[in-house]
């Protein structure tokens, strides 16, 4: 049987099985306060707990806070063997991509390399043309608020191929930009609202490449990631399909049962959603992000600045490749998350300084088990 992998959804050791059962916690102050109240942490366990029954087969919550980080994880990592899900996780984080290649945009932006406000025409002639749409109109801020009106390039029938084609298959960027752009018409004029659209990111992708002269892998990771000390944090080289170091198994639902979709070429996903990363990573990345040691007041203000409400995706206000999330509490909470086959991440920090990453090893299809996920995540950050 083949299976078609539907990319379109795409918007350790000992230590592990203890944690598989009950929840761990590290930081090297233990006189410091620790991430969530007893009570919290019983709430947060419940919700972990109702997701798993919920039909994913992991989840993983990792909070950090004070300095300290406290994992718990429920549920199976191989369904098959019922290994746990391991301590600090390797997953594809999917879409939290964009935050990482945003940041390196805001960099160059504080740098003078190059103008937000400039027709993206400007840096990349000729690649932002087709019907009802001009590179001319279309601005840098544009690409990164998800207000250009382009056209989603997941949902090219090239991209709707079997598992076992698309599990080694490379794209270049460059290609599916040309395809993206040529399939239809633009959905709106620029900035006219917010939609979201890989497209956009696989753009910014090729910019950073035009303006720095070197690929947007090496940029991320000479900008972001090895400042951070992400030791965890990568983008996967050209063909590379496995996931380094330990992790859970990841599925999507395949003729309504689960399926293993853990390796494969994510060239398709690129600088929109390629990235693979561990919830203690996501945490210190969007902690130090939102509290400045990534850019200067002036970068991070201008990144935060009028987020835009998101026609096809809820409760999301987006600004320069940074959300503000809506959450059941009220708080003001900023970070993205990410979804490609195989995996669900949420990702957020309050202004507070909580950090809370949820990683999940399915992607939901169902709205009662994408529900249980969320919950998750919320009650994390409320609690």
Known sequence: ??????????????????????????GADSAAPQPLSDTARVEVRRALDAAVAAGTPGVQVVVTEHGQTWTA????????TKAPFPDNAEVRV??????????VMMQLAGEGKVDLDAPIERYLPGVVQGEGI???RITVRN???????????????????????????????????????????????????AEYSNTNYLIVGMLVERLTGHPFADEVDRRVIQPLGLKSTYIPAAGEIDIRNPH??????????????????????????????????????FTALLFEKLLQP?????????????????????ALGLARLSVPCGKEVWGHGGSIPGFRTHDGVTVEGRAVTVLA????????????????????ICQ
């Open 143 to 193: 690409l990164m608020q998800h207000t250009s009106g382009l056209p989603e390039y997941l949902e090219l029938p090239q991209l709707d191929a079997d598992y076992e084609t698309m599990r080694t298959y490379h794209f270049e960027s460059a290609d599916l930009v040309r395809a993206a752009v040529a399939s239809g018409p633009a959905h709106f004029p620029p900035g006219e609202k």
């Open 248 to 285: 859970p198994l990841g599925y999507e639902v395949v003729d309504g049962k689960p399926m293993d979709f853990t390796q494969f070429d994510t060239s398709w996903a690129g600088s929109a959603g390629a990235l693979i990363s561990t919830g203690a990573d996501l945490d210190r990345f």
């Open 1 to 26: 049987m083949t299976s078609k992998l539907r990319v379109r959804r795409i918007v350790v050791g000992g230590l592990a099985l203890a944690c598989a059962l009950t929840a761990c916690s590290s």
């Open 361 to 380: 090893n399915l992607r939901p299809v169902d709205p009662a088990a994408t529900e249980a996920v969320q919950h998750v995540f919320d009650t994390a």
């Open 298 to 318: 002036a970068q991070l203000a201008e990144m935060r600045r009028d987020p835009k409400p998101l026609t096809n995706r809820n409760g999301i206000d987006y």
């Open 94 to 103: 999917g879409s939290n991509t964009k935050a990482f290649v945003a940041t």
């Open 134 to 136: 001009d590179g001319n």
């Open 73 to 80: 994880t429920a549920g199976v990592g191989n369904i098959d």
